[in-house]
């Protein structure tokens, strides 16, 4: 499933309209008609907010994995999978912010976004092969 099947799916899920979805994203109801038509794709910025105002990996809407919560593509090698692992536990363990530490649920948002992250990366990685 593509990216834009996949947004308009959760967008239709949730009962919103393209200009609703639009205003809770800051994007205009044309560029979420666009990313539905996959006439355009979103910034990264974006897709991150996508993917946590839908509770969903940037893996998921990207179509790299079936799995909504983000888990390992098909595609990825053990390696692949030992990187990830020494990359989420460099990256996402102690987070705070302002001080704070965070709640359970925004770590699970940060752990999404770096394993989204992370899969983008490694697959740039390997198409330069």
């Known amino acids: 499933m593509d990216f834009g099947t ?20 800051n994007v205009s109801k044309a560029s979420i008609s666009l ?5 355009r794709e979103p910034s990264k910025d974006s897709l ?6 839908f509770n969903v990996s940037t ?3 990207l179509g ?4 909504r919560n983000g888990h390992t593509p098909s595609w990825a090698t053990n390696e692949d999978k030992k990187d990830l692992k020494r990359f ?11 001080g704070e530490g965070l709640t ?17 990366k490694q697959k740039q990685k390997d198409s330069r092969k």
Do not use: S
């Open 35 to 39: 990313y539905e038509k996959n006439l």
């Open 88 to 98: 989420l536990e460099e990256n996402a363990n102690g987070m705070t912010y302002g």
């Open 48 to 53: 991150v907010t996508l993917a946590n105002f």
């Open 64 to 67: 790299n994995t079936i799995d």
């Open 6 to 25: 996949r947004l308009k799916q959760l967008r239709t899920e949730h009962k919103l309209t393209q200009e609703e979805l639009g205003k809770k994203i």
């Open 59 to 61: 893996d998921y809407l």
């Open 104 to 120: 359970d649920e925004e770590q699970k948002q940060v752990r999404r976004v770096l394993e989204g992250l992370f899969w983008d």
